[in-house]
């Protein structure tokens, strides 16, 4: 069984510029959600994609946008960064959501960082 | 007023002691979520429970839906533990709302 693995681990962007960061989830599953974690700050949830569709979205901007593969791998997309877009950015994997209800455990990435500069 | 309120922001200790670290929400819950984040970003799923009593371990995890509280505790502190403790709520499996964390360091 494979873990969930990002990419890159580190990036660096300067302000309006465009960014693209990839995911693949946990063998099995097939939701993702998408979290941005400012320094010492819990994370916030983004968005998440289920059989790739937007099952659920954060307050975030419209220049935030995801997609999600037939093999359940994930994009997440920023345009025109800010600033304030540098965070750590985690992406989860979980196996259950049917129908958009129940709950499962949701396993986490290592994480991109990101520096907006 | 967050969602979820985590408590002590952080918690310095000498390794073997008893940690205790506590949890409230304020809304609905389907299940609430213990995560540990290691410097470096990476979160790792302690416990997911929606009642009672969960143990891993030297981990055990509590909830009290009615109080709308839960604890997470370790026995036998060591300096590996050393980490930020996260307290996550879901509902309906839609995201996870996330506490602000509290920083364990265990002291050998």
């Known amino acids: 069984e494979t873990g969930v693995t990002q990419s890159p681990t580190h990036l660096i962007k300067t302000r309006g510029q465009q960014v693209t960061l990839r995911c693949s989830s946990q063998s099995g599953h097939n939701t993702v959600s998408w979290y941005q974690q400012a320094l010492g700050q819990g994370p916030q949830f983004i968005f998440q994609y289920y059989r790739e569709e937007e099952n659920g979205r954060g307050n975030f901007p419209p220049r935030f946008s995801g997609l999600q593969f037939p093999n359940y791998s994930s994009e997440l997309n920023v345009n025109a960064l800010e600033l304030d877009d540098s965070a750590l950015y985690l992406c989860a994997s979980s196996g259950v959501v049917a129908g958009g209800r129940g709950t499962d455990t949701q396993y986490f990435g290592p994480g991109t960082r990101l520096t907006v500069l | 007023k967050n969602e979820v309120e985590q408590s002590p922001q952080n918690l310095t200790a000498q390794e073997g002691e008893f940690i205790t670290i506590n949890c409230s929400y304020s809304v609905g819950i389907s299940a609430l979520h213990w995560l540990q984040q290691h410097p470096g970003g990476g979160i790792v799923s302690l416990f997911m429970l929606s009642s009672g009593k969960k143990k891993h371990g030297r981990l055990i995890a509590t909830i009290n839906i009615q109080e709308k509280h839960s604890s997470l505790h370790i026995t036998a502190s060591h300096p590996r533990d050393s980490a930020v403790y996260i307290c996550?709520?879901?509902?309906?499996?839609?995201?996870?709302?996330f506490g602000t964390g509290t920083r364990l360091t265990i002291i050998p």
């Open positions: 996550a709520v879901s509902r309906g499996g839609e995201k996870l709302t």
